[in-house]
């Protein structure tokens, strides 16, 4: 199917994403008139049919999210949502963090800075069961986790720490940058997902 994929533009990674959508589209050979745009507004995202919440620095995407009237929308979006890193902060239903004005579309508790500073940046070889191909190489910076995931979470993979990867319904939500590299089979996990 072709698609609108829209990428939240008010802080963070957001030219690595549309870079590994456009890749993902590439090798999937998929939805070949598919666009990728910037979505900085609502009338932006009314446009889209899914989206992804890159990573960079929650308490300011999220306070973006409210200057931009941008939070109902984003709750009332019908489509797919691909949260990376500080996106998967704004997805939960619980932050202990007053700075952030959590979503709530993702039945789960994220502690923000789970690994502290000693282990602000690693990275580790996850097992997915539901990704062919190996492991996945994932990058953490910074990283969140989930501390409590609800009965309509899936979890696809944990570290000691917590759980870093999880799903729920059309959503994808990620501790870690599946955006910088070049391996985009979470992208393309989460377009198929989203029938694209
Ligand atoms: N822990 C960071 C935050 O809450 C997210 C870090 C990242 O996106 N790389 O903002």
């Known amino acids: 199917m072709d698609a609108n994929i829209g990428v939240l533009a008010l802080q963070g990674n957001v030219s690595e994403h549309i870079d590994a959508f456009l890749l993902a589209l590439e090798r999937t050979r998929h939805g070949s008139a598919s666009e990728v745009f910037e979505v900085r507004s609502p009338a932006d995202l009314a446009d889209c049919t899914v989206l992804a919440i890159p990573g960079g620095e929650s308490?300011?995407?999220?306070?973006?999210?409210?200057?931009?009237?941008?939070?109902?929308p984003i709750r009332q979006f019908r489509g797919g949502i691909f949260a990376t890193c500080a996106?998967?902060?704004?997805?939960?239903?619980?932050?202990?963090?007053?700075?952030?004005?959590?979503?709530?579309?993702?039945?789960?508790?994220?502690d923000r800075n789970a690994f502290g500073r000693q282990k602000e940046s690693f990275e580790a070889d996850l097992?997915?069961?539901?990704?062919?191909?190996?492991?996945?190489?994932?990058?953490?910076?910074?990283?969140?986790?989930?501390?409590?995931?609800?009965?309509?979470?899936?979890?696809?993979?944990?570290?000691?720490?917590?759980?870093?990867?999880?799903?729920?319904?059309?959503?994808?939500?990620?501790s870690f940058h599946p955006e910088l590299g070049d391996d985009t089979r979470f992208h393309e996990m989460f377009l198929k997902k989203n029938g694209i």
Do not use: C, W
């Open 87 to 110: 996106g998967m902060v704004l997805m939960a239903t619980e932050v202990a963090d007053p700075r952030i004005h959590p979503l709530g579309l993702m039945d789960m508790t994220v």
């Open 59 to 72: 308490t300011t995407i999220s306070r973006l999210i409210d200057k931009n009237g941008l939070y109902e």
């Open 127 to 174: 097992p997915i069961a539901s990704l062919e191909g190996g492991p996945f190489h994932a990058i953490f910076i910074r990283a969140p986790v989930v501390t409590r995931a609800g009965s309509r979470v899936t979890t696809l993979a944990r570290l000691e720490q917590g759980i870093v990867a999880v799903e729920q319904g059309k959503n994808i939500a990620l």
